[in-house]
C-alpha cells in the first residue's frame, strides 16, 4: 500500500484579517479518489492553492511526497482552476503543444483521443468556444498528465450532465494506484459513488475524514444527505418562535 | 444486466449482491473467469477499491477463487453453487411470505393462491 503523499500540519492563512484556514490538519494516502467537501467560503479552494503551491499558508507545514510545495511538487501535481486562465486567441491544439512542451508527464495521445471523443475541435480557438466547452478543454489538459496527485477545484459544475458521466468515468479510468485525485465539488450526489473518501471542511478545519462506505453503514445514508444534515441552514424566518 | 446502485446503502455491499445473483442465475458460470476489477468498476461507475471489496468478499464466501496466473474466477464446486442458490431462494420465499403475510393472509392461503395462479 502507499503511504502518506499528502500531510497537513496546523495550516494558517490569513486573507488581511478575514482567516480562511485556522490550524488544519490533514493527512490523505495515495491511491485514494477523495472529495472535498464544505459549503461556500469554507477554505477548500485556498486549501488547494496550498497544496499545489499557489500559496503559502501563514503558519504550518505542508507535504506532498514528502516534499515542500516547490518545483519537484509541480511536476507530479495536475491541477485544475476554479476558472480558466488561457489566451483568448490560442487554439485547443495550441495549448496541447504547451503543455506537451512544459509536462515531462503530459499524454499527448490521450488528450487528442478524448478532444475526438468529447467532440472538440482542435483548431478552434478558446474565445470562440462556450463555457462549458472551456472547461472541458482544460479538464482534458489535466487528465491527460500521468500526475501523482490530481487537485480538481469544481471539475464539473459548468458542463452537461453526459459529459460530467465521461468526465467521472475518465477520471476512474485513469486511477493509478500510486495516485490520488483530490476533487472539491457542490456536486456530491453526481460524484459520491466515484469517492473512496469523504473530507468535509468548515470554518477553515477538516471536520470530518471517512470512507464513504463507512458513512453509508453507519448514517444508513448518502453523502449528499449526511452534507445537508451536517452543514444545513435554518431558512429566515423559520427559528423558534 | 445493469447495475443499479442506491446510494444510501454501501456500495460494496450492493455490488456483492449484484456479483452473486449475476453468478447464481448463470450469467457468468461455474470456472468462468471474470473480468478484471478495473473493468467491472468502470461498467458500473464506480471506484475500483469498492468493486476489490465485493470481489474479495466473493472470495471469502467461496464463490469465486483467485489464482495468481489466471486472475479471478467462479468456483466450479457444484456444492457451493447450489447451496448458496438454495439459500438465495429461501431469502426470496421467506420475503414473499413476509409480504402477503402483512396483508392478512396465512401461509396455507398464501400458498392456496400461488397453486391456483399456477394452475
Same mark, same amino acid.
Given at each position: 500500500m502507499g503511504g502518506m503523499l499528502i500531510q497537513c500540519q496546523d495550516i494558517w492563512k490569513s486573507y488581511g484579517s478575514r482567516? &480562511?484556514? !485556522?490550524g488544519l490538519n490533514l493527512q490523505l494516502e495515495s491511491g485514494r479518489i477523495v472529495g472535498l467537501l464544505g459549503p461556500n467560503g469554507s477554505g477548500k479552494t485556498t486549501l488547494i492553492k496550498i497544496l499545489n503551491g499557489l500559496l503559502t499558508p501563514d503558519n504550518g507545514i505542508v507535504l506532498i511526497d514528502g516534499t515542500e510545495p516547490g518545483v519537484y511538487t509541480k511536476s507530479i501535481i495536475s491541477y485544475l482552476p476554479d476558472k480558466p486562465y488561457f489566451?483568448?486567441? $490560442? =487554439?485547443v491544439g495550441d495549448l496541447f503543444d504547451f503543455f506537451e512542451d512544459f509536462y $515531462?508527464?503530459?499524454?499527448r495521445e490521450k488528450a487528442d483521443h478524448m478532444c475526438k471523443a468529447l467532440q472538440?475541435?482542435?483548431?478552434? !480557438? $478558446? =474565445?470562440?468556444?462556450?463555457k462549458g466547452t472551456k472547461e472541458k478543454v482544460q479538464l482534458i489538459l489535466v487528465m491527460s498528465r500521468r500526475a501523482k496527485l490530481y487537485l480538481l477545484d469544481?471539475?464539473? &459544475?459548468?458542463?452537461?450532465p453526459a459529459a460530467r458521466d465521461y468526465i467521472l468515468s475518465t477520471i476512474l479510468n485513469n486511477y493509478n494506484p500510486e495516485g490520488t485525485v483530490l476533487i472539491s465539488t457542490h456536486l456530491i450526489s453526481d460524484v459520491e459513488r466515484v469517492l473512496d473518501e469523504v473530507l468535509f471542511i468548515q470554518n477553515g478545519q477538516v471536520v470530518r475524514q471517512e470512507l464513504v462506505d463507512d458513512i453509508r453503514e453507519k448514517e444508513g445514508k448518502s453523502v449528499d444527505e449526511l452534507f445537508r444534515d451536517v452543514f444545513r441552514t435554518v431558512p429566515f424566518g423559520g427559528g423558534v418562535w | 444486466m445493469e447495475w443499479k446502485l442506491d446510494d444510501n446503502r454501501p456500495i460494496w455491499i450492493q455490488l456483492q449482491e449484484q456479483l452473486t445473483r449475476k453468478i447464481l442465475s448463470g450469467w457468468y458460470h461455474a470456472g468462468e473467469k471474470l473480468p478484471s476489477v478495473r473493468e467491472l468498476a468502470a461498467e458500473a461507475g464506480v471506484n475500483p477499491n469498492t468493486m476489490q471489496r465485493a470481489l474479495a468478499a466473493l472470495d471469502q464466501n467461496g464463490l469465486t477463487v483467485t489464482n495468481r496466473t489466471m486472475g479471478r474466477s467462479v468456483t466450479e464446486d457444484g456444492v457451493i453453487l447450489e447451496g448458496m442458490r438454495r439459500g438465495l431462494a429461501e431469502d426470496i420465499i421467506r420475503q414473499f411470505y413476509d409480504s402477503v403475510a402483512e396483508l392478512g393472509y396465512s401461509k396455507e392461503q398464501a400458498l392456496e393462491l400461488l397453486k391456483r395462479r399456477d394452475g
Amino acid at each position: 500500500m502507499g503511504g502518506m503523499l499528502i500531510q497537513c500540519q496546523d495550516i494558517w492563512k490569513s486573507y488581511g484579517s478575514r482567516p &480562511a484556514l !485556522r490550524g488544519l490538519n490533514l493527512q490523505l494516502e495515495s491511491g485514494r479518489i477523495v472529495g472535498l467537501l464544505g459549503p461556500n467560503g469554507s477554505g477548500k479552494t485556498t486549501l488547494i492553492k496550498i497544496l499545489n503551491g499557489l500559496l503559502t499558508p501563514d503558519n504550518g507545514i505542508v507535504l506532498i511526497d514528502g516534499t515542500e510545495p516547490g518545483v519537484y511538487t509541480k511536476s507530479i501535481i495536475s491541477y485544475l482552476p476554479d476558472k480558466p486562465y488561457f489566451a483568448g486567441w $490560442m =487554439k485547443v491544439g495550441d495549448l496541447f503543444d504547451f503543455f506537451e512542451d512544459f509536462y $515531462m508527464d503530459f499524454d499527448r495521445e490521450k488528450a487528442d483521443h478524448m478532444c475526438k471523443a468529447l467532440q472538440i475541435d482542435e483548431k478552434l !480557438r $478558446m =474565445k470562440t468556444l462556450s463555457k462549458g466547452t472551456k472547461e472541458k478543454v482544460q479538464l482534458i489538459l489535466v487528465m491527460s498528465r500521468r500526475a501523482k496527485l490530481y487537485l480538481l477545484d469544481e471539475p464539473i &459544475a459548468g458542463v452537461d450532465p453526459a459529459a460530467r458521466d465521461y468526465i467521472l468515468s475518465t477520471i476512474l479510468n485513469n486511477y493509478n494506484p500510486e495516485g490520488t485525485v483530490l476533487i472539491s465539488t457542490h456536486l456530491i450526489s453526481d460524484v459520491e459513488r466515484v469517492l473512496d473518501e469523504v473530507l468535509f471542511i468548515q470554518n477553515g478545519q477538516v471536520v470530518r475524514q471517512e470512507l464513504v462506505d463507512d458513512i453509508r453503514e453507519k448514517e444508513g445514508k448518502s453523502v449528499d444527505e449526511l452534507f445537508r444534515d451536517v452543514f444545513r441552514t435554518v431558512p429566515f424566518g423559520g427559528g423558534v418562535w | 444486466m445493469e447495475w443499479k446502485l442506491d446510494d444510501n446503502r454501501p456500495i460494496w455491499i450492493q455490488l456483492q449482491e449484484q456479483l452473486t445473483r449475476k453468478i447464481l442465475s448463470g450469467w457468468y458460470h461455474a470456472g468462468e473467469k471474470l473480468p478484471s476489477v478495473r473493468e467491472l468498476a468502470a461498467e458500473a461507475g464506480v471506484n475500483p477499491n469498492t468493486m476489490q471489496r465485493a470481489l474479495a468478499a466473493l472470495d471469502q464466501n467461496g464463490l469465486t477463487v483467485t489464482n495468481r496466473t489466471m486472475g479471478r474466477s467462479v468456483t466450479e464446486d457444484g456444492v457451493i453453487l447450489e447451496g448458496m442458490r438454495r439459500g438465495l431462494a429461501e431469502d426470496i420465499i421467506r420475503q414473499f411470505y413476509d409480504s402477503v403475510a402483512e396483508l392478512g393472509y396465512s401461509k396455507e392461503q398464501a400458498l392456496e393462491l400461488l397453486k391456483r395462479r399456477d394452475g
